[in-house]
Nanobody, 111 residues
Framework: QVQLVESGGGLVQPGGSLRLSCAAS????????VSWYRQAPGKERELVAA???????NYADSVKGRFTISRDNAKNSAYLQMNSLKPEDTAVYYC?????WGQGTQVTVSS
């Protein structure tokens, strides 16, 4: 079992930035692929970004060039740097790894 804890969400103005963190409970995290998903009210959960154990990344078209996923295996952690935020980025953001989900962290982009 892997426990995932997200942090870093909050309220930000359009054009602002946030950095989300995902902390895992086990060192096996370093050998696993990690993804960030988001779910806006009334919408399905969608993949935002993913990073493999080797560091390869991919992004949803809607966030390419604005979001960056990264990981620090020594800290059993993954991150999502979000820049140039838009109101449509408002959602609960979830970390996913090995079939496990974190509790989510709310990101609200509003003036």
């Amino acid at each position: 079992q892997v426990q995932l804890v997200e942090s870093g969400g909050g309220l930000v103005q359009p054009g602002g930035s946030l950095r989300l963190s995902c902390a895992a409970s086990r060192s096996i995290f370093s050998m696993l692929d990690v993804s960030w998903y988001r779910q806006a009210p009334g919408k399905e959960r969608e993949l935002v970004a993913a990073i493999t154990s080797g560091g390869s990344t991919n992004y949803a078209d809607s966030v390419k060039g604005r979001f960056t996923i990264s990981r620090d295996n020594a800290k059993n952690s993954a991150y999502l740097q979000m820049n140039s935020l838009k109101p449509e980025d408002t959602a609960v953001y979830y970390c996913h790894c090995w079939g496990y989900w974190g509790q989510g962290t709310q990101v609200t982009v509003s003036s």
